[in-house]
């Protein structure tokens, strides 16, 4: 039954793409002035609202990245929250120009839901959090522990796979929801927490006291979240991908909102900046998407620190999602 | 000859008076009720206190300075932030720092007024019907307000005409969106409900049949699951050209599944009708409409009217199963709110408002029922 659902599913999804894949997305977008884009309802440092109403987030500065880009405009943004469930749904039937909804890129979703993921804007993965009166340092210490996990989530399969691979037995203490697992933790119901690893953080921060529990180094499974379009229309695939890859140039080179009006003598540097070269003749944006960008959202490292880095209270250390040239894998293929 | 004297009275006995007697009547008067009643006593007290303390006595109520109608109130010197709050007890300053969103949601600011003047129509509204009662005209003027109102609150809040801006409905949230689906929802649905109501009373065989069919899907289906369809599943069907509405999709699903329970609820009214009201009716020559607008509904809607109220209180509480088809009503708000990482975790505080909000605007609902039903109570009873 569940599968003959998936298959119809995915028949119809197939039939969205191609009734969807005519109309240039692009223009689309430039005749009714605003970047239709999927968030979610409510992910701290990801998609949320500020007390003023105003979307925040790194999942929204991709949005806003992108609307700079084709609009001139970062704030011509038509936020659309979506739920897990009818994300691909609002994609594949037009309802959002794109999706930009802390979503895993797996073979599954790429391969055969007609979707396109465009990179990736933050490396997420499963992750571990005790308190750190316990004194461990590392997950390998952890056997015997009772684990706090959210039921039906492939964090649970994730553990039970990490568990068996390395010979760690454990208790699971399974509840339905983000508030219900934390009140577990706290309460003491386990010793441990575990779900992806930018959950952990705003776990912590909402806990009763942050500074009592402690983010294990181990990540056991990747989680790369990123931008969506759909399938079949490579052009707008190139804007989202571009205006992400952007972002992250603009941090190699050390470019910021505030120094983007500068001129400088690095060629690639005016490359990205629309003052030399005409890559913007390929993507068929104006000459200076890539400045507005900068502009208007700020670098990778900008819109990073701003909504989850360590001098917010989610406060998330740059790790994995530094660039290369850090130690981390954020890597975009050069503007040339 | 014996004498008798009349002896003292004798005091009532202390068990058989006052508040003793009270109680024993009333928590003593068996041990199976003894029992229970010390028991119920014991989960008070297990569960009032920490609520007390949690929601009032160690809560945080530093609001800052709070303009009130152009009074400033000043609570404390600074509004409390997230950290100041502490975990233990309740932070009310979340609720004050969040209120435009628990009411309007994503509705510009500029523009809200809009929304406040669709809530002083309604009173309005509301204050006229009851100031016309007597007037000679009144059900024209009742009439005339039935259709304008729903126009007129429609140009408000949605603009793109008259001036206004227009406002596309995914900005729409809060406690706003939860009263426009609950009251769209009700108010379409109630025609269609007495319509299907009537069809299935209907001798002609392809109605009553339709109508059948119609209500008896409707119910045998949970509101979740047309919800689902509603937003997942008809898109599907549609070009991105014909892509209509999600919160219009949500409404027909809404109205739709209210209808069949509002036709059933009114069936049992008609049924209730004794026989010889339809006779008398087809007695004195009136044809089918005259019949029911004029001697059976107003009898049948009548008694129907506790059975209408607690069915549209129940629909105005699944409303907020529009959250999970990515609406944000006064709910969804509640966890988009505790995510700022500002004012992170903050659910509990928000559950609570939101409690206490549904349960204000739904008793006002059912004493209002109350009201209506006294009102139209002609039957001559003792």
């Not at chain 1, 073979?107 to 992750?127: C, E, K, M, P, W």
Request: glycine share 8%; proline share 3%.
């Amino acid at each position: 039954m569940n599968k003959l659902i998936k298959i119809s599913a995915v028949s119809l999804l197939a039939m969205g793409v191609y009734s969807g894949a005519q109309a240039s997305t692009l223009s689309d977008v430039q005749a009714k002035g605003s970047v239709s884009c999927g968030v979610s309802k409510g992910l701290a440092g990801f998609s949320a609202a500020d007390s003023a109403g105003v979307w925040t987030g790194v999942d929204v500065d991709v949005c806003r990245a992108v609307a700079a880009a084709t609009l001139g405009d970062a704030t011509k943004v038509k936020f659309v929250p979506l739920t897990a469930k009818e994300r691909f749904t609002a994609l594949q039937s037009g309802e959002i120009d794109m999706l930009s909804r802390n979503t895993t890129w797996t073979i599954t979703r790429d391969a055969s839901l007609g979707l396109n993921f465009a990179g990736v804007n933050y490396y997420d993965g499963q992750g571990f959090m005790v308190k750190s009166s316990l004194g461990i340092n590392s997950a390998m210490d952890l056997g015997g522990a009772a684990v706090c996990i959210q039921a039906g989530t492939t964090t649970e399969l994730n553990l039970a796979d990490w568990g068996k691979a390395n010979n760690i037995d454990y208790t699971s203490v399974v509840s339905d929801t983000n508030a219900q697992t934390l009140s577990n933790y706290d309460s003491g119901r386990c010793d441990v927490l575990t779900t992806d690893a930018s959950g952990l953080y705003s776990m912590r921060a909402a806990s009763n006291d942050p500074s009592e529990h402690v983010v294990l180094p181990e990540i056991i499974s990747k989680e790369p979240l990123g931008p969506v379009v759909r399938q079949g229309d490579d052009a707008w695939f190139n804007i989202v991908r571009w205006s992400l890859n952007a972002m992250i140039t603009a941090e190699e080179i050390g470019v910021t909102s505030a120094t983007v009006d500068d001129v400088s003598n690095n060629p690639e540097r005016e490359r990205l900046m629309g003052r030399s070269g005409n890559t913007h003749e390929y993507v068929g944006l104006n000459s200076d998407w890539t400045y507005q960008i900068v502009k208007q959202v700020g670098n990778y490292s900008e819109s990073f620190e701003r909504n989850i880095g360590v001098n917010t209270p989610i406060g998330i250390a740059r790790g994995v999602n530094a660039l290369w040239t850090d130690g981390g894998i954020l890597y975009s293929p050069p503007f040339r | 000859m014996a004498i008798y004297e009349l002896n003292a009275p004798k005091k009532v006995p202390i068990t058989q008076i006052g508040a003793i007697r009270w109680l024993r009547h009333n928590l003593f008067s068996s041990w199976i009720n003894a029992a229970l009643t010390i028991l119920a006593i014991y989960m008070l007290y297990i569960v009032i206190p920490p609520l007390l303390d949690w929601m009032i006595i160690s809560a945080n109520f530093k609001f800052g300075t709070v303009d009130l109608f152009g009074y400033s109130i000043e609570f404390s010197e600074a509004m409390a932030t997230n950290n100041d709050c502490g975990r233990s007890a309740a932070c009310w300053p979340y609720i004050y720092e969040k209120i435009y969103m628990f009411t309007y949601g994503f509705y510009p600011r500029e523009e809200s007024w809009r929304p406040d003047a669709v809530f002083w129509l309604t009173l309005g509204a509301f204050i006229v019907i009851k100031l016309i009662k007597n007037y000679k005209h009144k059900n024209i003027v009742f009439l005339a307000i039935t259709i304008m109102y729903p126009i007129v609150s429609f140009i408000l809040i949605s603009g793109g005409s008259f001036g206004l801006v227009h406002v596309e409905t995914h900005q729409w949230g809060g406690l706003m969106l939860t009263l426009v689906i609950a009251s769209v929802g009700i108010l379409v649905s109630f025609p269609i409900g007495i319509l299907l109501a009537l069809g299935r009373q209907s001798n002609l065989k392809v109605i009553n049949f339709l109508s059948t069919i119609f209500i008896e899907f409707i119910r045998a289906v949970p509101l979740i699951t047309i919800l689902f369809m509603a937003s997942f599943v008809l898109p599907l069907f549609f070009t991105e050209s014909m892509d209509f509405d999600k919160l219009l999709r949500a409404l027909i699903g809404i109205a739709l599944f209210q209808a069949a329970y509002f036709a059933e609820v009114v069936r049992g009214g008609l049924q209730a009708i004794p026989k010889g009201q339809y006779e008398a009716a087809d007695a004195v020559g009136l044809n089918y409409v005259k019949k029911n607008v004029l001697i059976i509904l107003p009898q049948a809607l009548k008694i129907s009217i506790p059975n209408l109220v607690g069915s549209s209180i129940s629909l105005f509480k699944d409303t907020t199963l529009v959250l999970i088809i990515g609406l944000m009503d006064m709910l969804a708000m509640v966890n988009m709110t505790s995510n700022d990482p500002y004012w992170l975790g903050r659910e509990t505080e928000g559950f609570v408002f939101v409690t206490m909000v549904m349960w204000v605007l739904l008793y006002s609902m059912s004493r209002y029922s109350r009201k209506l039903e006294y009102r139209f109570n002609t039957e001559h009873t003792n």
